[in-house]
């Protein structure tokens, strides 16, 4: 694909396609419904599980003679497992979330994809969107037995465990990537956003992509209502499920800029449209997991 894009006009509510305010009535009764729909899917995803790592450990457990095509194999499975399970939150009104509503293109070549963090299903969001990407995994998921034979195969990358000393190995396995040709997205707050807003960012993606001459594809996350945030975990699901849509934006490239002219310029065009959701007037805003927005 081309990384042709569609700009939006943060100023104008349309872009961001919210819907009208949902009616208030039976709220207690769609928020009863809502639960029994989350538990249903985790006593699902509980049974299911097991055949699925199974299904990863027999791919992981396949010699290729060719290591790169190990990475792609694996990949596509875990975008087709990120897919399907964002078919199935959407099929029961948990997260209206579709891939193909995706607003704009990303390119294929090499680049670092940033956004903002709203929620927890961020990275299954932008991989089952946009394919074949690398990233950095939590120290705690990526050491677990079962699912390192796979995130090192998928090409993924160990986070920091908290040493400051270990963000230049991290770094390092990110312009490696690049490098290699691969695509590698980073979230720059380093930890979910704050409900309705945005945290500030760090410094090391820009650095990545100054130092592997690449270019940065910021991708904004529309959320409302929000569900799986910081503030509203998953079994506090909105009475009329959460809403997600992604916006891929222009790409930016370095140029002179430093790392930190990089993170604020960046910082500031992704945080403008956080702040134009934000503002919508309440008449035709999203309601905030279900609730009248107070006066």
């Known amino acids: 694909m081309s990384g042709a894009t569609q700009v939006l006009n943060p100023a104008t509510a349309s872009d961001y396609g919210v819907r009208p305010r949902p009616p208030q009535g039976h709220l207690k009764l769609r928020r009863f419904f809502k639960k029994v729909t989350v538990y249903f899917t985790l006593t699902i995803y509980t049974l299911l599980s097991p055949f699925g790592y199974g299904a990863f450990a027999i791919l992981t457990a396949i010699p290729f003679r060719d290591a790169k095509r190990r990475q792609r194999v694996l990949l596509g499975a875990i975008q087709r497992g ?31 994809v940033v956004s903002n963090h709203p929620t927890f299903t961020d990275i299954t969001a932008l991989m089952s969107t946009f394919g074949a990407m690398s990233t950095v995994v939590k120290p705690a998921i990526y050491r677990r037995w079962f699912l390192k034979p796979l995130v090192n195969g998928a090409g993924f990358f160990e986070g920091i465990t908290g040493d400051p000393i270990e963000m230049q190995r991290v770094i390092d396995d990110a312009i490696a990537r690049l490098k290699d040709g691969q695509r590698v997205v980073l979230f720059p707050e380093g930890t979910r956003s704050p409900e309705g807003g945005m ?86 805003a999203e309601v905030e997991n279900g609730r009248l927005p107070r006066d």
Not at 256 to 276: K, W
Request: contains cysteine.
């Open 82 to 112: 990120f897919r399907t399970l964002h078919w199935w939150t959407r099929l029961v009104g948990l997260i209206d979330f579709h891939p193909d509503e995706t607003v704009g293109e990303l390119t294929d070549e090499p680049c670092v």
């Open 199 to 284: 945290g500030r960012f760090g410094r090391s993606p820009f650095e990545v992509a100054i130092r592997a001459g690449v270019p940065v594809a910021p991708v904004f996350i529309e959320v409302g209502p929000t569900y799986l945030s910081k503030e509203h975990g998953v079994t506090n699901p909105p009475p009329d499920g959460g809403r997600m849509r992604l916006h891929v934006l222009p790409l930016i490239h370095p140029g002179n800029r430093t790392g930190r002219e990089l993170r604020d310029h960046v910082e500031a065009l992704l945080r403008s449209h956080v702040a134009a959701q934000k503002a919508l007037p309440p008449a035709t």
